[in-house]
């Protein structure tokens, strides 16, 4: 019985090309930064006029994330945020678009983090990290968050990118003061 179980998954590796899920686990990189948030925002698309079909500025392109040419390897994103000189209870609103090819782009969440108390670099300065994220998914699956109940631990929020090549981050409200706002993924 043995050997014909082992028979039967080798056959069925050979059927299928011997693909396996692959799963790439980079390091986190910027996705969206803001500086002299207590200034401007960035503008919501859905406010836009002319809400057109093609290329938004400072989209990230997932089909290179991963090198020129190969593919669109990301399967899923998180998300995490850190701002320089904000305070405990400072909130952001960040909006996450995703496109398709030759598409519009589409609204998958807005994001309201709030500042918390852990350091980004572990000195004493306001570099803060958001502790929780409030989400209004608007997307066709469902977003996730882990460690978000205000624990002054590093929130962060996963997003399956289902049907998405391209993504954009907007931060399109702030309370608080802080000056720089930077968002960080990886994908998988």
């Given at each position: 019985?043995?050997?014909?179980?082992?028979?039967?998954?080798?056959?069925?590796?050979?059927?299928?090309?011997?693909?396996?899920?692959?799963?790439?686990?980079?390091?986190?990189?910027?996705?969206?930064?803001?500086?002299?948030?207590s200034n401007a925002v960035d503008s919501d698309l859905a406010a836009a006029t002319g809400f057109g079909i093609g290329a938004v500025?400072?989209?990230?392109?997932?089909?290179?994330?991963?090198?020129?040419?190969?593919?669109?390897?990301?399967?899923?994103?998180?998300?995490?945020?850190?701002?320089?000189?904000?305070?405990?209870?400072?909130?952001?609103?960040?909006?996450?678009?995703?496109?398709?090819?030759?598409?519009?782009?589409?609204?998958?969440?807005?994001?309201?983090?709030?500042?918390?108390?852990?350091?980004?670099?572990?000195?004493?300065?306001?570099?803060?990290?958001?502790?929780?994220?409030?989400?209004?998914?608007?997307?066709?699956?469902?977003?996730?968050?882990?460690?978000?109940?205000?624990?002054?631990?590093?929130?962060?929020?996963?997003?399956?990118?289902?049907?998405?090549?391209?993504?954009?981050?907007?931060?399109?409200?702030?309370?608080?003061?802080?000056?720089?706002?930077?968002?960080?993924?990886?994908?998988?």
């Open positions: 019985m043995r050997k014909w179980t082992i028979a039967i998954i080798v056959l069925a590796l050979m059927v299928c090309g011997g693909s396996v899920l692959e799963t790439s686990i980079p390091a986190y990189r910027t996705f969206d930064t803001l500086v002299d948030a500025t400072g989209e990230i392109d997932l089909a290179t994330v991963a090198g020129v040419g190969k593919g669109v390897s990301a399967n899923s994103i998180v998300l995490t945020l850190h701002a320089a000189t904000a305070a405990d209870g400072d909130t952001l609103t960040q909006k996450i678009y995703g496109r398709s090819e030759n598409g519009p782009p589409q609204l998958i969440a807005s994001i309201v983090w709030t500042i918390g108390t852990a350091r980004a670099d572990g000195s004493t300065a306001t570099l803060l990290w958001a502790d929780t994220a409030a989400v209004t998914d608007t997307h066709l699956t469902t977003i996730a968050t882990a460690d978000g109940a205000g624990s002054n631990r590093v929130v962060s929020v996963w997003v399956d990118l289902t049907g998405y090549r391209f993504l954009t981050s907007l931060i399109t409200a702030q309370t608080g003061d802080p000056t720089t706002i930077t968002v960080f993924y990886r994908y998988f």
